[in-house]
């Protein structure tokens, strides 16, 4: 695997590959990589010839400044990682190199419209903008054939479809399923941060999505939230929202609709903010 610091460097070498008429796929992570991060890397192997993954914690998509300063770094263990299974590029930039204008300074507005009031966009203030700028900088950077992303951060996913409208850029956009632990809880960089025992009640926020995926046509969605919203509580969660959305465009549904639904639910545990989500499928 080649590691790049520099998108000067990162550019020549990939401009080599695509000379040579080779398909790239991209796989963006901000590092503490986990098996979730891997089955992108292997999805984009099963389809790309070259296979770039990049290592950047962006600072303008975090609100909390805290959540930035303490999230997880493990470098040394992604790269085993991320040789062991087949990525040929690394790129893993400095702050100053994707932010030479200053991290402070005005970036670009991405126009996401009704996208980035909902859900993550209404409680992360901002977030949305900054993940639309470092991925933008990332997608110029390596002008991949083909993106792959992560269902688990299913609104980031439709962000990003978004950005890919609005900036013309020709990428595919690959959504891959959410990996779980044994127990059910969606794979996160963030569970590293959980104390032995929100560990153990971790698990409760896809229970609780299972909950409502099997009740979603026979209890009133009122009382099917309120209900999933208590088991959460009751488990020791600081519930955020739990809602049930329509899949293509995120809007926020009072009742069943005949199409594809999800039901999605954003709780802490102590500090840690977990977010998860289950699709719906049409009957
Ligand atoms: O999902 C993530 O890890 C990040 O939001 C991303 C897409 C790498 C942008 O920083």
């Known amino acids: ?3 790049f610091k520099e998108i000067a460097r990162l550019q020549e070498a990939l401009e080599q590959e695509k000379t040579a008429g080779r398909r790239i796929g991209f796989v963006p992570t901000m590092g503490a990589l986990h098996e979730g991060h891997i089955s992108l890397i292997r ?19 975090f609100n909390d400044p805290k959540d930035f300063e303490l999230y997880p770094v493990t470098i040394k263990e992604d790269i085993l990682k991320l040789t062991g299974a087949g990525t040929d590029i690394l790129f893993l930039p400095s702050v100053n190199e994707m932010y030479p204008e200053g991290v402070n ?27 639309g700028v470092i ?27 978004r950005l890919l ?18 127990d059910g809880l969606a794979m996160s960089s963030r569970n590293m941060r959980l104390d032995p025992r929100a560990r153990q009640i971790a ?40 809602e049930i959305a329509n899949a293509d465009d995120l809007a926020l549904l009072n009742e069943p609709v005949a199409g594809e639904m999800v039901a999605l639910a954003a709780a802490k545990l102590g500090e840690i903010r977990l977010i998860d ?4 499928a049409k009957p």
């Open 43 to 61: 999805t984009a192997r099963s389809v790309s010839d070259i296979v770039v993954c990049s290592i950047f914690v962006n600072p303008t998509q």
């Open 135 to 161: 991925v933008h900088k990332l997608l110029e950077a390596v002008q991949p054939d083909d993106l792959f992303m992560g269902q688990k951060d299913y609104q980031q996913c439709m962000i990003i479809k």
């Open 165 to 182: 409208e609005l900036t013309a850029i020709p990428s595919k956009l690959h959504i891959c399923p959410t990996l779980r632990e044994e």
């Open 203 to 242: 698990a409760q926020i896809s229970q609780t999505l299972r909950y409502v995926k099997q009740n979603v046509r026979s209890i009133p969605f009122p009382d099917l939230k309120q209900n999933a919203a208590k088991q959460l509580q009751n488990a020791g969660y600081q519930v955020d929202y739990i």
């Open 105 to 131: 300074a005005k970036h670009r507005y991405y126009d996401f419209g009704y996208l980035e009031t909902v859900l993550e966009g209404a409680y992360r203030p901002n977030h949305f903008q900054g993940v």
């Open 1 to 3: 695997m080649y590691l």
């Open 277 to 280: 989500n289950m699709i719906i």
